[in-house]
């Protein structure tokens, strides 16, 4: 009854709460899901690509547009989307690169399925622990690698002043947050039209469904795949850049590791290959996370979101909207 | 390329890695000079020289290294003291493999730290095995005292020291009526902040929430959770950069409350990443920042001296009593490392609240039994700071602001 009553109070609050995180995660988990679809492959190094984001929007604010206070206006513009073409290109880039070097070779020589999850942990810690290095103070032989995680600490630039927009039921809901969801949702949808209007969407619905067939039908299945994960990467581009901007909290190595299993479970519980599956199954965790803390506490989230994960995988094994490779 | 041609690629980086890990090894403050009838002897420091939280520990590594070489520079000490370097990145995980470096190096005749709490539960018994004395400058866990140890010393208050103290801060300097406790869940954070609950209420303070949240980015539904409770103050048991997170996206969500942590949040992480919303934070911490020794230390370290030097001070005084123990042994007659470990015990052993060494934060004494450190009133030896002007500014001690 308290956790009724509780929930009630917070209801707005939380809803706010996990619309954000949810969008995010949502942003992130289509990277798993595209991936999955068209290799049947758990990109396990998914969360560094994120990581990677988080590094350049904030590299991005600090040193190219010297951001120290806040700045309004179409400057403002300016900057974000001045960060957000690199994080989107970084990570975009990392992704197709851990392709090449992390699964395009196994591939080639037929590797069993194993083969691939190791290699893909081993993609992910490399790009970790490469990132604890890039303090401006470590070495390769000669080679000083560069400064961009730059020496602890340093303060983390906000462009943005948090403001209130509008009220809703006594719940305040500020810029960036309404910035998170209208960002995520324009992207989701150009995202969700790129798969199912364009030439080379329609390749990848292809190759998801029959790869063979596909390719006997004239579809360039190197091409879809390395599309695949540079669109994954650019969604977890954008994700990047809206987590560290909303939240306002530093950039390292290890960023990507939480919201990365999250946006994994996301894809799960959609429906793992299904994109609109992994968009909703992102909103819906987020909001079964938000809402066990008035609930529960906050100590029980991660217990209730995957107890909801492990009851929705047992009514429905293959996610809430199934196992639609290609849809 | 070729396939030859990523072979030998893959060669070239392997040799580029090992070099690299080669190099670093060897890191260690070797101050030329001295006496040729000078001992060299090896103090290990163990902590996190390197890794994600060593800006954390580095302060008492330069404070261990700056007395180390004071005293191998001073004619009338009998040695030449090596620190070495016992890098466990703050993980008890990767304890054993250092310990047992530590263990296995014959010039070893004691170990600085090991400077966080768990490193040294997977620690300790190697030590104890080995008779080789180590005294920690920051490790506060309560159980450490517990284990019986007979080599380990503590130069630091412990967690119970600060969490009581803490508790009555808030009721008696903050003015808090409605109280909200949280934690990382971890090893300090959480008998950390039940401790501050327990004493709080024992003052009056209504507990109005307690909640523990594993160190994650996003706070929002924790925060909302706090402004629904209608507390007026909240404590977090953790470490910096969370609790600069919290803070942080607390009063961005227009909270306005007393916030309140320990000794894990005081660094100058929290200070950057707290931003703007850091003012009028409460902190405590057994380390005294503000002392004489903090001019010495930046005049040593300039650039490279940190600009909230927790445990630096402490990290001296524990190289003092380490290093008085190795003269007192020498000078006693030891001359093998083993004669020498043997000698810095019977010095510890010999340091008692009447009969204190003058350590430049505060005078070093053990509890006989317990080996915590030990000082006619105890509640000297936590310090409070509140957060003013972006800087950490001294409220005094909790002998001084408290009842």
Redesign the interface.
């Known amino acids: 009854m308290d956790c009724v009553t509780s929930v009630y109070h917070q209801f707005w609050d939380q809803t706010r709460n996990g619309l954000t995180l949810g969008a995010i995660y949502a942003m992130i988990a289509l990277g798993y899901t595209m991936v999955y679809g068209v290799l049947q492959l758990i990109n396990f190094a998914h969360s560094e690509v994120f990581m990677v984001s988080t590094v350049v929007t904030l590299y991005a604010f600090r040193n190219w547009f010297n951001i120290s206070e806040p700045i309004t206006g179409v400057a403002l513009v300016l900057v974000l989307v001045g960060a957000l073409i690199p994080a989107m290109l970084a990570s975009g880039g990392t992704a197709v690169a851990i392709e090449r070097l992390a699964y395009r070779p196994l591939r080639k020589r037929g590797a069993p399925r194993l083969s691939f999850l190791i290699s893909a942990i081993g993609a992910s810690l490399f790009l970790q622990y490469l990132f604890v290095l890039m303090d401006g103070r470590h070495y390769i032989l000669f080679l000083k690698l560069p400064p961009i995680l730059g020496p602890s600490p340093q303060s983390i630039p906000a462009p943005m002043k948090t403001e209130t927009v509008f009220t809703i039921f006594g719940t305040a809901v500020s810029n960036k947050r309404v910035l998170v969801v209208v960002v995520a949702v324009v992207m989701l949808f150009v995202l969700d039209r790129f798969v199912r209007r364009t030439r080379l969407g329609r390749g990848i619905r292809a190759v998801a469904q029959d790869a063979e067939t596909a390719a006997m039908m004239g579809v360039n299945i190197e091409r879809v795949i390395v599309t695949t994960f540079f669109v994954g990467g650019i969604m977890a581009g954008a994700a990047g850049l809206l987590y560290v901007l909303v939240l306002g909290i530093p950039a390292f190595w290890f960023i990507g590791f939480v919201p990365g299993l999250k946006a994994f479970t996301a894809a799960v519980l959609g429906g793992i290959g299904n994109i609109r599956g992994a968009m909703l199954g992102g909103l819906l965790l987020g909001m079964v996370e938000a809402y066990t803390v008035p609930c529960f506490g906050a100590q029980w989230t991660n217990v209730v979101a995957f107890v909801v994960l492990v009851l929705v995988l047992l009514v429905r094994p293959t996610g809430i909207f199934g196992e639609q490779v290609g849809a | 390329m070729t396939k030859k041609a990523y072979r030998a690629f893959a060669v070239v980086a392997v040799f580029?890695?090992v070099?690299?890990a080669c190099s670093k090894k060897t890191e260690q403050s070797n101050p030329s000079g001295g006496a040729a009838q000078k001992i060299d002897v090896t103090v290990y420091f163990q902590g996190a020289w390197t890794?994600?939280y060593n800006?954390l520990v580095v302060p008492s590594i330069q404070g261990a290294q700056l007395r180390a070489k004071e005293l191998s520079a001073d004619p009338s000490f009998p040695a030449n003291i090596t620190v070495g370097t016992a890098d466990t990145q703050g993980s008890g995980d990767n304890a054993p493999p250092v310990v047992q470096q530590v263990v296995g190096d014959p010039n070893t005749v004691a170990v600085e730290g090991p400077a966080f709490s768990g490193e040294t539960r997977a620690s300790g018994d190697s030590y104890e095995q080995a008779q080789i004395p180590f005294v920690t400058q920051s490790a506060t866990a309560v159980d450490l005292a517990q284990n019986g140890w007979t080599y380990w010393y503590r130069t630091v208050g412990n967690d119970d020291l600060q969490g009581g103290n803490d508790g009555k801060f808030l009721a008696q300097v903050v003015g808090a009526k409605k109280l909200f406790i949280?934690n990382d869940?971890g090893d300090y954070g959480q008998p950390l902040s039940q401790t501050v609950g327990d004493a709080a209420k024992a003052e009056g303070v209504q507990i109005v929430g307690e909640?523990?949240?594993?160190s994650?980015?996003?706070y929002?539904?924790?925060i909302?959770?706090i402004?629904?409770s209608g507390a007026d103050s909240v404590f977090y048991g953790g470490y910096d950069?969370d609790f600069a997170?919290i803070v942080?996206?607390g009063v961005?969500?227009?909270l306005k409350v007393n916030w309140m942590s320990g000794d894990g949040s005081v660094?100058?992480?929290f200070?950057?990443?707290a931003?703007s919303a850091e003012e009028g934070v409460y902190l405590s911490i057994p380390s005294n920042l503000g002392g004489d020794f903090t001019a010495k230390y930046n005049q040593e370290y300039g650039s490279q001296a940190s600009s909230v030097p927790v445990y630096a001070a402490e990290g001296y005084d524990a190289m003092s009593v380490i290093g008085e123990g190795i003269k007192q042994a020498i000078d006693g007659g030891a001359t093998t490392p083993t004669d020498i470990r043997a000698g810095i015990k019977t010095y510890l052993d010999s340091l008692t609240v009447n009969n204190p060494y003058p350590g430049v934060a505060k005078p070093i004494a053990f509890d006989p039994t317990t080996h915590e450190l030990a000082a006619v009133d105890p509640n000297s030896l936590l310090y409070f700071y509140q957060v003013k002007n972006g800087a950490m500014s001294p409220l005094g001690t909790a002998a001084d602001v408290l009842k």
């Open positions: 580029a890695l070099a690299a890794g994600p800006y949280t869940k909640e523990g949240v594993e994650t980015d996003d929002s539904a924790l909302s959770d402004k629904a950069a997170k942080k996206q961005d969500a227009g660094s100058n992480t200070l950057s990443d931003g």
